[in-house]
C-alpha cells in the first residue's frame, strides 16, 4: 500500500472520528487497518477483534479496515453488528490482542469512526497521532492474514443476565436503545431477564429516525419519560448509538444525570469496599465527591475523557469510575470498561436487593442548582491558552483551584469549571451552587473571566 495522509481534524485524542464523505473515507479504513495492524504486530500481538455499529455506512467501513488489518498478517475475529461493549467483551474474553470497532458512538448518522484497544488498554492520544506518521511514510507490516466471523451475541447477552445474580425482581422497566446498535443483544437480554419490560425505538437503524442518540441531552428522553408515565414503569433506560453511555429516568420521570447514578452505585459499592478510590471526571457534581467521602470512600477527581478515566482507574486499581457523558466503568465483579448495558442490569440489582425505587434514592440526593453542560465555540489556537489565563488571574487572587484540566474554582457559594475541549474547538463551562443566589454570583464571576480574555459568554451564563 502506498503512502496515506489522514485529515487531520479525524485524528482525535479518543478514536479516529469524521463525516462521512467530506473528512472520512473508505481509503481511510484501509490505511487505519495497516497503521493499527502494524502497531499491534510491533507490540508482539497477533490477533485483533472488530466489529461495527448499525450505521449504513459501517458495513463498507468494516470491510476496508478488515482488508487493512489482513494485509498485516493478522488474525482477525469479525464479532458482527453490536454495541462497541460487546467489542471490548471479546477483546477481553477472547484470545485477541486488541479490537478495533468501527461506530460514530453518540454523534449524527453521517458521522462515524474507530474506536481502539491495545493489550487491554486504551488507545489514545499520542498513539493515534503516531497512526498518522506510519500512513504517511506507508511504514506498514505485510503478511497474509486470516479472517473468521465470530457470534458472540448469546454469550454476551448471558454474561450481562448473570449480573442479575438470582434475587425475585417485581420491577417495570422502559428501554430506549435509540435504533442504535444496542437493540439485538437488548432483545437477548431482557429475555433473560426477571421483570416486566417495554422497549421503544429497539429496531437497529443507524440514520436514528426517532431522535438524536444522545442519551445525556434531556430532549432524547423525552420518548422514554412518556413511556415511563405510560406504563407505569419503575425506572427507564436509554442507551447511545453504541451503549457506552447510559441515560436513567426515574419512576416520577426525572432524568438523573450520571454523576448522581454514581452515587447510587457507589453508596452499593462502598458498602462492600470501604475506603476503595471512586474516580469522577472534573465536571461531576461536588454533591458526589462530598458524597463518596461520606460513604467511607476516596473521591478521586480526573481529566475528562474515557481514554483517560480508564487509564486512571487501572493505575489506582479503582472499582468504579465514571463521567458526566454517561461513561461508567465497573472493574470489581466486571472488565473495567464503559458498558451501558452491564451498567442497566447492575441498577436493576442494586434496587432489588436493596428493596428500594430509583425515585426514593434520587430523592436522598442533596439538592442543588447548576447548569447544563454549556459547549460554546473558540479559535484551537485559543482554547488552551485562555483556560490558562483564567487559571492565572484566579491563583493570583487566591482562589481555591484545582487546575486537573481546566480551571475548577471553588467558592463559598459553590464552584464553576472552565475547560478546553481535547477533541473539539470549544470552550465547556458549568456552574453550581446550592441556590440561585449563588449560581447567578458564579455565572458572574465566570462572565467576568471571560470578558478579560476577551470571549463572549455563551447564552445560559
Known sequence: ???????????????????????????????????????????????????????????????????????????????????????????????????????????????????????????????????????????????????????????????????????????????????????????????????????????????????????????????????????????????????DRIGVVDGKGRALYADQLMLIYAEELLARMPGKPIIADVKSSQVLFDGVAKLGGRPVMWKTGHSLIKAKMAELKAPFAGEM?????????????????????RLMRLLTVGHTSLAALRDRIPAVVNTPELRFACPEERKFAIVAEVLARQKAKGAEVSDIDGARVRSKAGWWLLRASNTQAVLVARCEAADEAGLAELKSTLVAELDASGVAPPPGL
Open 325 to 345: 457523558s454517561g461513561h461508567l466503568f465497573f472493574a470489581d465483579r466486571y472488565y473495567g470498561f464503559d458498558d451501558a448495558l452491564y451498567a442497566a442490569v
Open 1 to 243: 500500500m502506498s503512502t496515506h495522509r489522514f485529515e487531520p481534524t479525524i485524528l482525535r485524542e479518543y478514536d479516529v472520528r469524521g463525516i462521512v464523505g467530506e473528512s472520512l473515507f473508505e481509503a481511510d479504513a484501509l490505511a487505519l487497518g495497516r497503521a493499527f495492524g502494524t502497531r499491534l504486530i510491533r507490540a508482539g500481538g497477533r490477533t485483533v477483534a472488530v466489529g461495527f455499529d448499525g450505521r449504513p455506512t459501517s458495513p463498507a467501513l468494516e470491510t476496508k479496515l478488515v482488508e487493512g488489518l489482513l494485509g498485516c498478517g493478522l488474525q482477525i475475529v469479525r464479532v458482527g453488528l453490536g454495541p462497541t461493549p460487546m467489542l471490548s467483551y471479546a477483546a477481553k474474553t477472547l484470545p485477541t490482542d486488541g479490537g478495533v470497532m468501527v461506530t460514530g458512538s453518540h454523534n449524527p448518522a453521517r458521522h462515524n469512526g474507530f474506536k481502539m484497544t491495545l493489550q487491554g488498554k486504551s488507545f489514545f492520544g499520542a498513539d493515534i497521532q503516531a497512526l498518522g506518521t506510519l500512513a504517511a511514510e506507508a511504514d506498514f507490516e505485510r503478511g497474509a492474514g486470516s479472517k473468521r466471523d465470530y457470534d458472540l451475541q448469546d454469550a454476551y447477552a448471558q454474561r450481562l443476565a448473570d449480573e442479575f445474580d438470582g434475587p425475585t425482581c417485581a420491577l417495570t422497566i422502559g428501554w430506549d436503545p435509540g435504533n442504535g446498535a444496542a437493540g439485538e443483544i437488548l432483545t437477548r437480554l431482557i429475555k433473560r431477564l426477571p421483570g416486566r419490560h417495554h422497549v421503544i425505538n429497539g429496531a437497529i437503524d443507524g440514520t436514528f429516525p426517532n431522535h438524536h442518540p444522545d442519551p445525556t441531552v434531556l430532549e432524547n428522553l423525552a420518548q422514554l419519560q412518556t413511556l415511563v408515565r405510560d406504563k407505569r414503569c419503575d425506572l427507564g433506560i436509554a442507551f447511545d448509538g453504541d451503549a
